[in-house]
């Protein structure tokens, strides 16, 4: 039985539109958490201007997704004790991350925030979003309001 044009079009285009490799959660302790987590403590601490004894933390991971070399991240900073760190408090941190040639993680969008933003910002967000990104691996909120 051959199979109808019909059926090999719809094959062809699922294929196209399926991610080249699912989003994976990356293992605690395994080389890519702990890579994507420095990268991000690194970018915290300039970024905030910490010291280096206010960067000495770990980070409460709510999210983390990886698809076709880039990351996504949602958790709060915790200090080295176990408690919630105090400057981050009011913040989510949402980040997004790219792996570049030389395999070390950047990160590319930083959605961190305390606050939902308004159309006016939102509009500059989706104007600003570096493409390419696997819609996938974006937290619910940001997949919903960025369109994707």
Not at 44 to 69: C, E, S
Not at 87 to 114: C, N, P
Request: aromatic share 10%; with cysteine.
């Amino acid at each position: 039985m051959k199979p109808s044009v019909l059926s090999l079009i719809v094959l062809s285009l699922v294929t196209i539109c399926l991610p080249l490799v699912a989003a994976t959660t990356p293992k605690p302790g395994s080389p890519t958490r702990t890579a994507i987590c420095d990268a991000l403590r690194l970018y915290v601490r300039y970024n905030q201007q910490l010291t280096p004894q206010q960067a000495d933390f770990k980070w409460q991971i709510d999210q983390m997704l990886v698809q076709d070399g880039f990351a996504s991240f949602e958790g709060r900073p915790f200090e080295a004790e176990g408690k919630l760190d105090q400057f981050f408090i009011d913040q989510d941190h949402v980040y997004i991350l790219k792996k570049s040639k030389q395999g070390a993680w950047e990160v590319i969008y930083d959605f961190s925030r305390t606050d939902v933003p308004g159309s006016e910002e939102l509009a500059h967000i989706k104007k600003e979003f570096p493409p390419g990104v696997p819609p996938e691996i974006l937290p619910p909120f940001w997949r919903e309001a960025l369109g994707k």
